[in-house]
């Protein structure tokens, strides 16, 4: 039909106007030969995406340990699972993984990397031929390559998502920098190549310092920097060697000074225990500890959000996350430190403006003020 149609083409133009040369016309097919070519390389560099998606999600797990989650992936038949250390540190000896059509299993923490890697193993038990993920070959990640990253960003509701990007730096110590966006709750997941072979481990997203409309420092936030780290395969191969030799920590080796994240908080009325006190972050404007939770809402969505305690004065403040030319900023949405006369517990209760990412952020009304909090936050359509 392309052919056909170039050839009525070019006899309609020179029985019309016998002014255009062959060879004029002969190029005019190139460059459209040309086009076509690239638009058959685009789809087929779409399957390839595909490709790497459907196949290496079947693979790649929710990692839940009953105060918040990760993502992992499994490397054998049998049921071993590679995930960071920070995802289940502090967690009970068995976690439950959930696979991206939403079946959960217990598995246990079988171990720790020595030296402050961040890196653990889990195994499902009794459990054969399981969809498993190859290990790329050590140096293989190039500046520029393609890259895919698959976990479970931000909420379990987001199970199974899979993004792409490129590689954009090998920094000095072998991690590999990238585009792929990633986010918390992605930590563990892994980052794959054009052939769907595990590359690297994501544990890391680069922080922005993020402002209120006054110009006041709010926190830092993971999100939107397109800067993304992962532990690189030749580690992870190492790991797994020591693993197979039993010479693996049965507690985290991380440092104990490793910047807490923003948590993720569900809007189905589960409670978190929480508490203030050193080591959080300080509110700029009175000194006062906070802590941060992070949450994806929808337009009209009408949330309630309580926090209660017996030890300190409650201060709640709800902020929308927004994207500009310099950066994301938090824009105010709605602030509560005392329900009633003699309640000194927080409550908000508002509509959201529209989708995307919202923080809150649970504080006291007193500079140096500790103690412990229930944070609990729902939602209606």
Do not use: W
């Not at 967690?91 to 020595?114: E, R, Y």
């Not at 595990?198 to 922080?207: D, H, S, T």
């Not at 305690?309 to 902020?319: A, C, G, Q, R």
């Amino acid at each position: 039909m392309y052919y056909k149609f170039g050839t009525l083409t070019i006899c309609t133009i020179f029985a019309l106007i016998g002014a255009v040369s062959f060879e004029q016309l002969l190029s005019d097919n190139r460059q459209h030969g040309q086009r076509s070519d690239r638009v058959l390389a685009q789809t087929s560099e779409e399957k390839e995406a595909n490709v790497v998606c459907e196949k290496g999600s079947n693979a790649v797990v929710t990692v839940k340990d009953g105060n918040g989650h990760g993502s992992g992936f499994i490397v054998s038949r049998n049921g071993l699972i590679i995930t960071n250390a920070h995802v289940v540190e502090g967690s009970p000896s068995v976690v439950t993984v959930v696979f991206n059509n939403g079946k959960q299993v217990p598995a246990d923490v079988i171990g720790f990397a020595m030296g402050g890697l961040d890196l653990a193993v889990l195994k499902i038990q009794n459990r054969k031929n399981l969809p498993n993920l190859s290990l790329g070959s050590a140096g293989s990640a190039k500046v520029g390559y393609h890259v895919f990253a698959i976990g479970t960003p931000l909420s379990e509701d987001y199970r199974d998502t899979c993004t792409q990007g490129d590689i954009s730096r090998i920094r000095a110590d072998g991690e590999i920098q990238h585009t792929a966006n990633t986010n918390q709750g992605n930590s563990g997941g892994p980052l794959l190549n054009g052939q769907g072979e595990v590359i690297g481990v994501n544990y890391l997203v680069a922080k922005a310092r993020v402002f209120d409309d006054a110009g006041n420092l709010i926190a830092s936030t993971p999100s939107g920097t397109g800067i993304n780290l992962a532990l690189p395969v030749e580690k992870v191969k190492s790991f797994l060697a020591d693993v197979r030799k039993k010479r693996v920590s049965n507690e985290s080796t991380l440092p104990k000074t490793k910047e807490r994240t923003i948590a993720t908080i569900s809007l189905n009325g589960q409670v978190i225990n929480g508490s203030l006190g050193e080591g959080d972050r300080i509110a700029e404007k009175n000194g006062a500890f906070v802590n941060l939770y992070q949450f994806q809402g929808r337009a009209n969505q009408q949330i309630v959000i309580d926090m209660t305690s017996k030890k300190i004065n409650s201060v709640l403040t709800l902020y929308q996350v927004s994207e500009s030319s310099e950066g994301q900023k938090f824009k105010p949405i709605a602030e509560n430190n005392d329900i009633g006369p003699g309640d000194f517990n927080a409550q908000i209760k508002t509509n959201l403006p529209a989708d995307g990412l919202y923080v809150i952020i649970a504080s006291s009304d007193e500079q140096g003020e500790t103690g412990n909090y229930s944070l609990r936050a729902t939602a209606t359509p």
